[in-house]
Antibody
């Protein structure tokens, strides 16, 4: 079955841009119509959905983060990416990538069927 | 945003007990609700989608119900392995929202 792995730096300086990649294996990203998501979780706290990219390239973002976030696809490399600008200590968290189930007829299902193991990103000087 | 409120925030019960976790949405989400189980240091694991559809491989002691604004996750006979934090998630809108989580401890 499909596996996802988050790749990228573990330490980011304040005001810098975070760039994370989710590498997808076990299935081609274009084998169906999916939603590819980023979710984060500060230590000891709950889950926060960051945003998603459709297989078509369309995006949806969490309104509270939308001005700072870009999520994009690279189907040639079977991966998708997260860029988050103006990082602060409040953005320190475990960042997960996740895939939603395939579109059924014309309906996308926005829950998260497969998850990466998570990548701890710390914002600090 | 749709506010998702879980209760209780923490729960302690004995093995063999039946437990219920409630999730309330600030507006109707029909049955566009999922439940996840998360153990320390691990990614969440999908248990239930569309409010009551049990994922393949999830033990049958887990069940979900509800529609509109009120939903429940029930574990019929607690096992020690069920110690975890449980989250609900609405996916009706184009912006997804999680509940704050319910930490379940087995006495």
């Amino acid at each position: 079955h499909v596996q996802l792995q988050e790749l990228g730096p573990r330490l980011v300086k304040p005001s810098q841009t975070l760039s994370l990649t989710c590498s997808v294996s076990g299935d081609s990203m274009t084998s169906g119509s999916y939603l590819w998501n980023w979710i984060r979780q500060p230590a000891g706290k709950g889950l926060e959905w960051i945003g998603r990219v459709f297989t078509s390239g369309q995006n949806d973002y969490n309104p509270s983060l939308e001005s700072r976030v870009t999520i994009s696809l690279d189907t040639s490399k079977n991966q998708f990416s997260l860029k988050m600008t103006s990082m602060t200590a409040a953005d320190t968290a475990v960042y997960y990538c996740a895939r939603s189930p395939p579109r059924d007829s014309r309906v996308y299902y926005g829950y998260f069927q497969y998850w990466g193991q998570g990548s701890l990103v710390t914002v600090s000087t | 945003d749709i506010q998702m409120t879980q209760s209780p925030s923490t729960l302690s019960a004995f093995a063999g007990d039946r437990v219920t976790i409630t999730c309330r949405a600030s507006q109707s989400i029909s049955t566009w609700l999922a439940w996840y189980q998360q153990k320390p240091g691990k990614a969440p694991n999908l248990l239930i989608s569309k409010a009551s559809n049990l994922e393949i491989g999830v033990p049958s002691r887990f069940s979900g119900s509800g529609s509109g604004t009120e939903f429940t996750l029930t574990i019929s006979s607690l096992q020690p392995d069920d110690s975890a934090t449980y989250y609900c998630q609405q996916y009706k809108t184009s912006s997804s929202d999680f509940g704050q989580g319910t930490k379940l401890e087995i006495k």
